[in-house]
């Protein structure tokens, strides 16, 4: 049942943000003290410790709005998930398409190196933006003059990464809208190229740069092809904090590295190609109800996210009580008005934050979709 975002976003963003910020410390710690020494050892220690805030955000997927995540695969891709380094790529379709490939780490035992190649503002974000940071995730300024270099050290970082890891890139640069496909719709008709009708055109510098630097100690790429349930309302951050379900349907391919073409306008037009293919896979979705014919595996539900965000609450429970006792705050009218003030405070601003994300998914585009060759690889 759907609640007020209101009601339901203090005690949410209150535990993310005091387990967040005890998360981050301990990074910091184990970055100073264990990095200098061994950089894989501290990859190693680093993982669990950045699942214990990874998987709240599970947690809200699985638990609290009860999103249902249907993943159509081969049993034989299945079954290497989790084991092997990949690249993953995926078109672009909602505000939590990020978290669906979360919950797919999490399910491969690889959330804390799922990583991901991100706008560089992000890395300063308290919690979130920080751990991402101590956990190798790539930052990019979205100008590829810099973003070009960032690209092939941080690539070069990976080379040795001891344990299976995904790198996440979305190559349509952006989020799907009605207005951004009506930009590339355009810019497709001007250049003679497949007109899409449910994807947006990839922008490959990024992929190529990837493919280029990556396929001597990464050996697949998983494509991944997104879409929501016909049926019910596309997810979103608001909608998930608001406890509402969804259901996301997935398709995963793996494709072996090796099989890619050498040059770089080969390994472009094979990205190009697989959108072109994507956008067809869409179409039979959208027109005959038929998503694929590869069967559905059952990835279940495990309660590990449940467990943990219960023992954080625990926690913060206990802390907030042995504070409250010690500073008095509730022992006079004055107190509690300031407590309820505060709580006001961040229930509003938390609800500002929702509703302009969601905003920003339907902010028209002002101009057609440039040359994907000319295009940075991030976009807003």
């Not at 690249?87 to 035992?109: E, F, M, P, T």
């Amino acid at each position: 049942m759907a609640i007020p975002a209101a009601v339901a976003v203090i005690p949410i963003s209150l535990l993310f943000i005091i387990s967040g910020l005890i998360v981050n410390l301990i990074q910091a710690v184990v970055y100073v003290l264990i990095r200098p020494l061994s950089k894989n050892l501290y990859r190693k220690i680093n993982k669990p410790i950045a699942e214990l805030l990874w998987l709240e955000l599970i947690w809200l997927v699985d638990w609290w709005a009860g999103i249902k995540v249907e993943v159509y695969a081969d049993s034989q891709t299945l079954e290497s998930m989790g084991k092997e380094h990949a690249l993953l790529i995926c078109n672009h379709r909602s505000d939590i398409d990020w978290l669906v490939g979360w919950v797919l780490a999490q399910r491969s035992c690889c959330l804390g190196s799922a990583l991901a190649i991100m706008k560089k503002s992000a890395k300063f974000l308290p919690v979130i933006g920080w751990s991402m940071w101590f956990s190798d995730y790539i930052f990019l300024d979205r100008t590829w003059a810099k973003d070009e270099k960032t690209l092939k050290s941080g690539f070069e970082r990976l080379a040795d990464f001891p344990m299976p890891f995904w790198l996440a890139l979305f190559v349509e640069g952006t989020r799907f809208t009605k207005a951004k496909l009506l930009a590339a719709q355009e810019f497709a008709a001007s250049r003679g190229l497949p007109v899409p009708q449910n994807v947006l055109i990839p922008r490959t510098k990024g992929f190529v740069t990837a493919v280029t630097h990556m396929r001597s100690y990464v050996p697949a790429i998983y494509d991944c092809t997104v879409d929501i349930s016909r049926a019910q309302p596309a997810p979103s951050i608001l909608r998930l904090i608001r406890g509402q379900s969804s259901v996301v349907k997935v398709q995963i391919t793996r494709h072996l590295m090796q099989e890619l073409p050498e040059t770089a306008d080969g390994i472009s037009q094979w990205c190009m190609d697989l959108f072109v293919t994507k956008d067809a896979f869409l179409e039979k979705y959208h027109s005959k109800d038929i998503f694929g014919s590869l069967p559905v595996q059952n990835i279940g539900r495990p309660v590990k996210s449940l467990i943990i965000v219960l023992c954080w609450y625990c926690l913060m429970a206990f802390g907030l009580f042995k504070f409250f006792m010690w500073s008095s705050l509730l022992s006079s009218w004055e107190g509690i008005l300031s407590l309820g003030l505060i709580l006001l405070v961040i229930a509003i601003v938390m609800q500002i934050l929702i509703q302009s994300s969601e905003s920003e998914r339907s902010t028209p585009v002002k101009s057609v979709q440039k040359d994907p060759s000319k295009e940075t690889l991030l976009q807003n």
